[in-house]
Protein backbone atom coordinates (compact mmCIF):
# COMPACT_ATOMS: atom_id res chain seq x y z
CA UNK A 1 0.00 0.00 0.00
CA UNK A 2 3.05 2.65 0.15
CA UNK A 3 2.36 4.68 -2.51
CA UNK A 4 -1.00 4.00 -3.23
CA UNK A 5 -3.26 7.34 -4.59
CA UNK A 6 0.18 9.13 -4.49
CA UNK A 7 0.98 11.84 -6.87
CA UNK A 8 2.80 10.48 -9.99
CA UNK A 9 4.75 13.20 -11.54
CA UNK A 10 4.34 13.14 -15.67
CA UNK A 11 3.30 15.22 -18.73
CA UNK A 12 0.35 13.72 -20.41
CA UNK A 13 -2.62 14.31 -21.72
CA UNK A 14 -4.47 13.97 -18.04
CA UNK A 15 -1.51 15.59 -16.61
CA UNK A 16 -2.25 18.92 -18.21
CA UNK A 17 -6.12 18.61 -17.52
CA UNK A 18 -7.73 20.77 -14.83
CA UNK A 19 -8.42 19.45 -11.91
CA UNK A 20 -12.18 20.00 -12.30
CA UNK A 21 -12.56 18.55 -15.70
CA UNK A 22 -10.11 15.62 -14.02
CA UNK A 23 -13.30 15.09 -11.67
CA UNK A 24 -15.80 15.39 -13.88
CA UNK A 25 -14.06 12.77 -16.60
CA UNK A 26 -14.00 10.94 -13.52
CA UNK A 27 -17.31 10.91 -11.97
CA UNK A 28 -18.68 10.96 -15.72
CA UNK A 29 -16.89 7.43 -15.87
CA UNK A 30 -18.53 6.10 -12.56
CA UNK A 31 -22.37 7.49 -13.14
CA UNK A 32 -22.17 5.93 -16.07
CA UNK A 33 -21.45 2.65 -14.78
CA UNK A 34 -23.96 2.97 -12.19
CA UNK A 35 -26.53 3.72 -14.71
CA UNK A 36 -26.31 1.14 -16.87
CA UNK A 37 -27.37 -2.41 -16.28
CA UNK A 38 -25.36 -4.22 -19.68
CA UNK A 39 -22.31 -5.91 -19.77
CA UNK A 40 -21.17 -4.23 -23.04
CA UNK A 41 -21.40 -1.24 -21.85
CA UNK A 42 -19.60 -1.88 -18.75
CA UNK A 43 -16.59 -3.49 -20.02
CA UNK A 44 -16.85 -0.75 -22.19
CA UNK A 45 -16.26 2.21 -19.63
CA UNK A 46 -13.69 0.02 -17.84
CA UNK A 47 -11.79 -0.18 -20.92
CA UNK A 48 -11.79 3.38 -21.09
CA UNK A 49 -10.57 3.51 -17.75
CA UNK A 50 -8.22 1.32 -18.49
CA UNK A 51 -7.36 3.36 -21.73
CA UNK A 52 -6.94 6.51 -19.37
CA UNK A 53 -4.33 5.13 -17.55
CA UNK A 54 -2.18 3.66 -19.88
CA UNK A 55 -2.16 7.34 -22.04
CA UNK A 56 -1.48 8.41 -18.24
CA UNK A 57 1.74 6.68 -18.02
CA UNK A 58 0.55 5.07 -15.18
CA UNK A 59 0.26 1.44 -16.39
CA UNK A 60 1.67 -0.03 -13.49
CA UNK A 61 -0.50 1.61 -10.96
CA UNK A 62 -3.38 0.58 -12.99
CA UNK A 63 -3.07 -2.94 -13.25
CA UNK A 64 -1.77 -2.72 -9.45
CA UNK A 65 -5.60 -1.16 -8.94
CA UNK A 66 -6.88 -4.07 -11.16
CA UNK A 67 -5.14 -6.19 -9.34
CA UNK A 68 -6.92 -5.32 -5.91
CA UNK A 69 -10.43 -5.18 -7.50
CA UNK A 70 -9.75 -8.68 -8.95
CA UNK A 71 -9.61 -10.30 -5.17
CA UNK A 72 -12.34 -8.10 -3.87
CA UNK A 73 -14.36 -9.21 -7.15
CA UNK A 74 -13.63 -12.96 -6.41
CA UNK A 75 -15.63 -12.59 -2.69
CA UNK A 76 -18.82 -11.00 -4.48
CA UNK A 77 -19.08 -13.36 -7.71
CA UNK A 78 -18.70 -16.21 -5.05
CA UNK A 79 -21.44 -14.33 -2.46
CA UNK A 80 -23.87 -12.97 -5.42
CA UNK A 81 -23.56 -16.50 -7.02
CA UNK A 82 -25.17 -18.88 -3.68
CA UNK A 83 -27.41 -16.23 -2.84
CA UNK A 84 -29.49 -15.66 -5.77
CA UNK A 85 -31.52 -18.81 -6.72
CA UNK A 86 -33.71 -17.31 -9.75
CA UNK A 87 -32.93 -18.38 -12.76
CA UNK A 88 -32.44 -21.07 -14.80
CA UNK A 89 -30.10 -23.60 -12.58
CA UNK A 90 -26.65 -24.48 -14.21
CA UNK A 91 -25.19 -26.49 -11.57
CA UNK A 92 -26.28 -27.93 -8.20
CA UNK A 93 -24.22 -28.36 -5.27
CA UNK A 94 -25.61 -31.71 -4.01
CA UNK A 95 -23.78 -31.30 -0.37
CA UNK A 96 -25.44 -27.78 0.69
CA UNK A 97 -28.09 -28.26 -1.80
CA UNK A 98 -26.86 -25.06 -3.59
CA UNK A 99 -28.05 -24.29 -6.80
CA UNK A 100 -26.18 -21.85 -9.61
CA UNK A 101 -28.39 -20.07 -12.07
CA UNK A 102 -27.46 -18.39 -14.87
CA UNK A 103 -29.36 -15.04 -13.19
CA UNK A 104 -26.74 -15.19 -10.28
CA UNK A 105 -23.77 -15.34 -12.62
CA UNK A 106 -25.14 -12.67 -14.98
CA UNK A 107 -25.84 -10.59 -11.79
CA UNK A 108 -22.03 -10.94 -10.44
CA UNK A 109 -20.63 -10.37 -13.66
CA UNK A 110 -22.54 -7.18 -13.62
CA UNK A 111 -21.80 -6.62 -10.44
CA UNK A 112 -18.22 -6.72 -10.62
CA UNK A 113 -17.91 -4.62 -13.66
CA UNK A 114 -19.66 -1.94 -11.86
CA UNK A 115 -17.55 -1.65 -8.68
CA UNK A 116 -13.89 -2.11 -11.02
CA UNK A 117 -14.91 0.66 -13.99
CA UNK A 118 -16.56 3.17 -11.10
CA UNK A 119 -13.25 2.39 -8.82
CA UNK A 120 -10.37 2.86 -11.28
CA UNK A 121 -11.12 6.10 -12.79
CA UNK A 122 -11.38 7.80 -9.08
CA UNK A 123 -8.24 6.28 -8.37
CA UNK A 124 -6.02 6.89 -11.17
CA UNK A 125 -7.63 10.68 -10.93
CA UNK A 126 -6.23 10.87 -8.14
CA UNK A 127 -2.40 9.44 -9.32
CA UNK A 128 -2.38 12.27 -11.65
CA UNK A 129 -3.59 15.26 -9.66
CA UNK A 130 -1.98 17.19 -6.56
CA UNK A 131 -3.82 17.40 -3.82
CA UNK A 132 -3.26 20.83 -3.59
CA UNK A 133 -4.16 21.65 -6.96
CA UNK A 134 -7.38 19.58 -6.57
CA UNK A 135 -8.34 21.58 -3.45
CA UNK A 136 -7.67 25.06 -5.27
CA UNK A 137 -9.40 24.13 -8.29
CA UNK A 138 -12.31 23.20 -5.82
CA UNK A 139 -12.73 26.49 -3.81
CA UNK A 140 -12.11 28.32 -7.36
CA UNK A 141 -13.90 26.85 -9.91
CA UNK A 142 -16.82 25.54 -7.98
CA UNK A 143 -16.84 27.83 -5.18
CA UNK A 144 -17.06 24.76 -2.52
CA UNK A 145 -15.49 26.57 1.22
CA UNK A 146 -11.54 26.39 1.89
CA UNK A 147 -12.21 23.99 4.72
CA UNK A 148 -14.59 21.41 3.09
CA UNK A 149 -12.24 21.32 0.36
CA UNK A 150 -9.35 21.09 2.46
CA UNK A 151 -11.25 18.32 4.86
CA UNK A 152 -11.59 16.09 1.55
CA UNK A 153 -8.28 16.40 0.36
CA UNK A 154 -6.95 16.02 3.61
CA UNK A 155 -8.65 12.79 4.02
CA UNK A 156 -7.77 11.62 0.91
CA UNK A 157 -3.77 12.53 2.04
CA UNK A 158 -4.77 10.30 5.04
CA UNK A 159 -5.61 6.63 3.63
CA UNK A 160 -1.81 5.81 1.74
CA UNK A 161 -0.73 7.45 5.86
CA UNK A 162 -2.88 5.16 7.49
CA UNK A 163 -2.15 2.13 5.17
CA UNK A 164 1.69 2.54 5.66
CA UNK A 165 0.82 2.77 9.65
CA UNK A 166 -1.30 -0.38 9.59
CA UNK A 167 1.68 -2.24 7.87
CA UNK A 168 3.92 -1.00 10.60
CA UNK A 169 1.97 -2.82 13.30
CA UNK A 170 1.41 -5.72 11.26
CA UNK A 171 5.20 -5.96 10.88
CA UNK A 172 5.62 -5.32 15.17
CA UNK A 173 3.36 -7.77 15.98
CA UNK A 174 4.94 -10.56 13.23
CA UNK A 175 8.40 -10.12 15.14
CA UNK A 176 7.02 -10.49 18.20
CA UNK A 177 5.79 -14.23 17.09
CA UNK A 178 2.09 -13.55 16.06
CA UNK A 179 1.40 -15.12 12.94
CA UNK A 180 -0.95 -12.83 10.84
CA UNK A 181 -0.16 -14.56 7.98
CA UNK A 182 -2.80 -17.12 7.27
CA UNK A 183 -5.01 -17.94 4.22
CA UNK A 184 -8.13 -18.75 6.32
CA UNK A 185 -9.85 -14.93 5.84
CA UNK A 186 -12.13 -15.69 9.14
CA UNK A 187 -8.85 -16.20 11.28
CA UNK A 188 -7.03 -13.02 9.29
CA UNK A 189 -9.86 -11.20 10.10
CA UNK A 190 -9.67 -12.32 13.30
CA UNK A 191 -6.31 -11.43 14.24
CA UNK A 192 -6.35 -7.93 12.35
CA UNK A 193 -9.41 -6.65 14.49
CA UNK A 194 -7.54 -6.17 17.61
CA UNK A 195 -4.59 -4.42 15.03
CA UNK A 196 -7.15 -1.20 15.13
CA UNK A 197 -7.13 0.08 18.44
CA UNK A 198 -3.40 1.07 18.57
CA UNK A 199 -4.13 2.28 14.52
CA UNK A 200 -6.91 4.55 15.88
CA UNK A 201 -4.77 5.95 18.90
CA UNK A 202 -2.23 6.79 16.33
CA UNK A 203 -4.89 8.05 13.95
CA UNK A 204 -6.56 10.37 16.74
CA UNK A 205 -2.61 12.26 17.66
CA UNK A 206 -1.61 12.64 14.14
CA UNK A 207 -5.37 14.35 13.37
CA UNK A 208 -4.93 16.07 16.79
CA UNK A 209 -1.16 17.29 15.61
CA UNK A 210 -2.62 18.38 12.00
CA UNK A 211 -5.50 20.25 13.45
CA UNK A 212 -2.91 22.51 15.46
CA UNK A 213 -0.54 22.98 12.98
CA UNK A 214 -3.58 24.34 10.47
CA UNK A 215 -4.74 26.55 13.16
CA UNK A 216 -1.06 27.51 13.30
CA UNK A 217 -1.15 28.82 9.98
CA UNK A 218 -4.12 30.56 10.42
CA UNK A 219 -6.77 27.66 8.66
CA UNK A 220 -9.22 29.76 9.70
CA UNK A 221 -8.52 32.82 7.96
CA UNK A 222 -8.11 31.38 4.77
CA UNK A 223 -10.54 32.43 2.19
CA UNK A 224 -11.01 31.62 -1.85
CA UNK A 225 -9.16 35.02 -2.31
CA UNK A 226 -6.39 33.38 -0.76
CA UNK A 227 -5.37 30.84 -3.88
CA UNK A 228 -2.04 31.81 -5.19
CA UNK A 229 -2.10 29.15 -8.10
CA UNK A 230 -5.10 29.23 -10.36
CA UNK A 231 -5.97 26.96 -13.09
CA UNK A 232 -7.05 27.99 -15.79
CA UNK A 233 -9.15 26.13 -18.93
CA UNK A 234 -7.65 24.99 -21.87
CA UNK A 235 -9.13 23.62 -24.97
CA UNK A 236 -7.81 20.26 -24.23
CA UNK A 237 -10.43 20.36 -21.08
CA UNK A 238 -13.22 21.18 -23.77
CA UNK A 239 -12.73 18.13 -25.23
CA UNK A 240 -12.41 16.18 -22.59
CA UNK A 241 -15.30 17.02 -20.99
CA UNK A 242 -17.40 16.73 -24.44
CA UNK A 243 -15.95 12.89 -24.22
CA UNK A 244 -17.26 12.52 -20.89
CA UNK A 245 -20.93 13.81 -21.49
CA UNK A 246 -20.79 11.40 -24.57
CA UNK A 247 -20.11 8.61 -22.42
CA UNK A 248 -22.90 9.83 -20.24
CA UNK A 249 -25.20 9.52 -23.16
CA UNK A 250 -24.02 6.20 -23.85
CA UNK A 251 -24.99 4.95 -20.91
CA UNK A 252 -28.24 6.75 -20.64
CA UNK A 253 -28.91 5.36 -23.85
CA UNK A 254 -28.32 1.48 -23.16
CA UNK A 255 -30.15 2.12 -19.79
CA UNK A 256 -33.69 3.64 -21.55
CA UNK A 257 -33.10 0.63 -24.23
CA UNK A 258 -33.00 -1.47 -21.79
CA UNK A 259 -36.38 -0.74 -20.11
CA UNK A 260 -37.86 -0.38 -24.03
CA UNK A 261 -37.17 3.57 -24.03
CA UNK A 262 -36.09 5.44 -26.81
CA UNK A 263 -34.29 8.52 -26.80
CA UNK A 264 -34.68 11.28 -29.81
CA UNK A 265 -31.47 12.05 -31.09
CA UNK A 266 -29.41 8.96 -29.34
Not at 85 to 109: E, F, K, Y
Not at 202 to 231: E, P
Request: aromatic share 8%; hydrophobic share 50%; with cysteine.
Amino acid sequence: MKGFLSFIPGNSFFHNLNPVTKLFYSMAICAGCFMSDKWQVLLFLLAVGILSGIVSGICQRTFSLLKGLFKVSIFLVTLQILLIRTGNTIWTIPLVNLAITDNGINTSAVLVLKLSGATLPLALMLSVTKLQDLSNALVDKLRIPYKYAFTLTTAIKFIPVFAEEMAGIIEAQTSRGITLDTKNPFKKVALILPLCAPLLVSSVRKTSATAIAADLRGFKLRTRNSIIKKQGTKFIDVVCVVFSLLLIAISLEAKFALVGITIPGL
